[in-house]
């Protein structure tokens, strides 16, 4: 039986992925208070937070699990993805059994839960995309993420263009050829499916999708980006990349600018749009005074992952880590009070690429040539430091292409090559702005201050480092400004920052840049001769 809204077109989608339509109670684009009674009489764990947040456990895994991803080599597919470090051949064969082990498991229950949304806000280039899961949670969550229909899109949904099938309680077959493991995050482009398998962790279905926009996007002439995106009054849109850590959500989150999103957009010739409908915040640590937005963000239809609580009050601990340091929010974007609605800009002016450097060598901001905007964009560096991971007990170089490598499709040249055309087109502007560390590397000297990195990007937005002096870095190529307002003259140069007795910087710089060389090996057969140029040099 169907419960909720549905079109004429619902059932047979069911029957085509093998639903038993007769034993099983289909509720369909439920509203948040449903989803939250589902979730407080069906799925332990569940509580409501002091603020109305629902409160929940995602089960044995706490984060995504990217070596479990499997792509299917399908013809006309085969010859285009990146197989290798990301990508990995499965066979249609292998898909259909964990489709059938999906579409088996999500059979027994009593319910499932379906959602249908939208990836990308811009109507000309947006996926429909369905949702079929056995978990209330996992539908809410969803729900969030993608961008709501309205009740009349919703009656005329049709059929989608993508499904997920997520039985993430029931595991693979660890013996069906081309499994790692008894979790599977299977996608084909042929049948224009995901199957996910043994996790419950609902990150994977939000980045499947970018997986799949990452995809689609590119064979529709449109860049889809790993970055923040945000724009002032005057509509200048600034394009934030950036691993973890570097700053990406802090910075972007500017008060004085609206906020279009915070993790996936796409580069289209009208402008940029955001994937998502909602965001996926860290909740880590997480406080009313240094991120007020996504703090109060966190009421009636957010979706708390993993958080400890007290179970009297139920007031959230954000510092607590007894399930996992991965604790995440996920809400959807209008409940960010400076966000743009919908969520389109138009051409971005500014660029900026944050790296967080616990060498201390790189300058806290530095423009980059278009040649070296696709060489460090390819590269995607930044940097973790002792004890952020286990066995991590110096700074150590991490290198993620394109700032999201996981989710990569295609070679990174090709995303880079589109970006180089589209800044050319746009005359956008580059920056590499260093949100680590100065006045000597990690346990040395300092993390550039907060203030000091806002000091920055505010000059980017205000014209004035697009015509300060600049002079050039050594070994990388930097144009570094010698002026900024805010930030003093010895912190801009990171050579005169550092104290003699901290070592020699010209030897940590060519450390770091041997580093980038060695990483990028592994694009030269396809890279360009100028992107090739803009390596540093030792």
Not at 10 to 34: H, W, Y
Not at 377 to 382: C, D, L, Q
Not at 446 to 469: C, F, P, Q, V, W
Not at 507 to 526: G, M, P, R, W, Y
Request: proline share 6%.
């Amino acid at each position: 039986m169907f419960y909720g809204i549905i079109d004429d077109t619902c059932e047979q989608t069911f029957k085509n992925e093998g639903i038993d339509l007769s034993r099983i109670d289909v509720k369909l684009n439920m509203t948040p208070a449903q989803l939250y009674e589902d979730a407080l009489i069906y799925e332990k764990g569940s509580a409501i937070s002091s603020v109305g947040a629902l409160m929940t456990i995602s089960g044995k895994k706490t984060g995504r699990s990217p070596k479990d991803k499997r792509i299917t080599a399908d013809e006309g597919v085969v010859d285009e993805v990146w197989w290798g470090p990301v990508n990995t051949k499965l066979s249609q064969h292998s898909f259909d059994i964990n489709h059938e082990r999906a579409v088996d498991y999500l059979n027994t229950q009593d319910r499932v839960y379906v959602v249908d949304g939208f990836a990308g806000w811009d109507p000309k280039y947006r996926l429909k995309v369905r949702v079929i899961c056995a978990r209330p949670y996992h539908a809410l969550f969803m729900r969030n993420m993608l961008i709501r229909p309205t009740k009349e899109e919703i009656e005329h949904f049709g059929e989608p263009d993508f499904t997920i099938l997520n039985a993430g309680k029931f595991p693979a077959n660890r013996f069906t050829e081309g499994m790692g493991s008894e979790t599977s995050i299977a996608l084909s482009f042929k049948k224009r499916q995901m199957v996910i398998l043994g996790t419950e962790y609902a990150g994977e279905m939000k980045k499947g999708v970018f997986t799949v926009m990452h995809y689609y996007m590119p064979k529709a002439g449109v860049l889809s980006l790993h970055s923040s995106v945000n724009v002032g009054d005057s509509g200048d849109a600034t394009l934030f990349f950036g691993l973890s850590g570097t700053g990406k959500t802090t910075l972007s989150a500017d008060p004085k600018r609206f906020l279009v999103g915070d993790d996936e957009h796409c580069w289209s010739d009208d402008g940029v749009f955001n994937i998502e409908g909602g965001c996926y915040a860290k909740a880590i640590n997480l406080s009313a005074e240094k991120e007020p937005e996504i703090f109060n963000a966190i009421r009636f239809g957010t979706v708390l992952e993993n958080v400890d609580y007290d179970p009297l009050s139920r007031t959230v601990d954000y510092d607590g880590i007894s399930i996992t340091e991965n604790t995440r929010a996920s809400y959807p974007i209008e409940y960010i009070p400076n966000a743009l609605i919908p969520c389109i800009a138009g051409h971005p002016k500014n660029i900026i690429m944050l790296t967080c450097d616990a060498f201390g060598v790189l300058p806290p901001v530095s423009k980059l040539s278009p040649s070296q905007a696709m060489y460090h964009f390819i590269s995607g560096y930044t940097a973790k430091v002792a004890g952020t991971e286990e066995g991590v007990t110096e700074p150590e170089a991490t290198f993620s292409a394109c700032f999201g490598q996981p989710f990569l499709v295609f070679h990174p040249v090709k995303y880079a090559t589109m970006l180089a055309e589209k800044m050319k087109q746009h005359k956008a502007n580059v920056w590499l702005i260093n949100s680590g560390w100065n006045g000597g590397p990690y346990g040395v000297g300092k993390r550039i201050s907060l203030k000091y990195t806002r000091a920055i990007i505010d000059a980017i937005h205000s014209g004035e480092l697009e015509n300060a002096k600049f002079s050039t870095s050594p070994i990388f190529g930097f144009s570094v400004p010698e002026t900024c307002t805010g930030v003093p003259s010895e912190v801009l140069n990171p050579e005169k920052s550092w104290p003699s007795a901290s070592g020699s910087y010209i030897d940590s710089v060519k450390h770091l840049a041997t580093l980038f060389i060695n990483n990028f090996k592994t694009f030269e057969d396809q890279a360009t001769p100028d992107i090739l140029e803009s390596a540093p040099k030792v």
